[in-house]
């Protein structure tokens, strides 16, 4: 039986577990476009990345997830690209671009930052900037606590330090939600949240509003391009395995350890909330903190005004600054 942790988490993905994807005309224009290279990850699968744009700040992007893919940051070079910022996007092992085994054991958090070292080291990334959203906030933290030499700065947008925790609170505004369309009748017991009981409950209507609210706060219809790209090209049949570890995971006792500069960047109106960076600012030692006042999950689209900004400074900041 998953435990009740996995099951916070699943509730909201299962309806996103189907088959696994064909691929459409994107995917060819994709794989010959300028700046891309194969790499070989664990001796026998390849991934895809790009190198855009030319400058002295390298800046990596590790997307979320599990198996979303890159596309929802190619905004990044319009805002960043006349800035002295060399951007490399990247499609993780299980992602569209890249290749896509039906071994379940590529699904450990452990094997994705082997596969982030082996991509730095092909693409000869020497003290680089590494961005990491969402479930790629996750791996980045992984990473800068084994290959914290490698690193200039570190950046962690839009998640938080604790699965468990943040879980809580997304399925308290979940609970909000079901609320205010009850018109204030009860949403579900506490012992409901985190249960599959409360699967029934999490209805479409309820979805849509928490996705309008908390994910992309962008009129139903205006869709970014590039996002709405990434929606259609998640791995979502794959990925399953590595929801329970994901439920569980927590970082708190080892934030102390994070020497990098970082950046902690969130936003007003995501499920992971300002109090959760105020606290990893109080445990790292050389962290600041950006919250996007207009944001949600997918900032850098329903707040780049914001979200840009902020992290252009940082990654300008002299070194010895940080």
């Not at 435990?3 to 005309?25: E, G, I, M, N, V």
């Not at 390298?58 to 940051?73: D, V, W």
């Not at 990893?280 to 919250?291: E, G, K, T």
């Amino acid at each position: 039986m998953p435990s009740r942790a996995a099951f916070t988490l699943l509730l909201f993905l299962l309806p996103w577990l189907a088959r696994a994807q064909a691929k459409d005309s994107s995917y060819a224009a994709k794989m010959r476009a300028p700046g891309v290279k194969m790499i070989t990850v664990d001796g026998k699968y390849r991934v895809w990345t790009q190198k855009v744009g030319k400058g002295k700040i390298k800046l990596l992007l590790l997307h979320g997830g599990p198996a979303n893919t890159h596309e929802y940051f190619e905004n990044f070079p319009e805002y960043l690209g006349k800035e002295g910022v060399e951007i490399y996007f990247y499609d993780q092992l299980g992602s569209y671009h890249s290749d896509q085994p039906k071994d379940t054991a590529i699904w450990r958090i452990g094997r994705f930052v082997d596969e982030v070292e082996q991509v730095r080291r092909t693409l000869k990334l020497k003290h680089f900037y590494l961005l990491g959203h969402s479930w790629g906030g996750l791996l980045a933290l992984e990473y800068a606590a084994r290959y914290p030499e490698h690193l200039r700065g570190l950046i962690v947008s839009n998640m938080g330090y604790s699965a468990p925790i943040y879980n809580k609170y997304r399925f308290g505004l979940f609970a909000d939600i079901i609320r205010e369309q009850r018109h204030g009748r009860p949403a579900a017991p506490d012992s409901l949240l985190g249960d599959s009981k409360m699967m029934p409950l999490l209805t479409k209507p309820v979805q849509d509003e928490f996705f309008h609210q908390h994910m992309l706060r962008l009129p139903p219809g205006q869709e970014p391009g590039p996002y709405a790209r990434n929606l259609a090209h998640i791995n979502k049949a794959d990925r399953a395995p590595i929801f329970p570890f994901m439920a569980t995971w927590d970082f708190i006792a080892r934030l102390a350890t994070i020497r990098t500069p970082t950046l902690l960047l969130g936003a007003q109106y995501d499920f992971i909330p300002p109090s959760a960076y105020a606290y990893m600012h109080q445990q790292m030692p050389h962290s600041q903190v950006y919250i996007c006042p207009n944001g949600s999950h997918f900032a850098m689209w329903d707040d780049p005004q914001h979200y840009f900004p902020a992290l252009l400074r940082f990654l300008k900041e002299p070194i010895k600054d940080k």
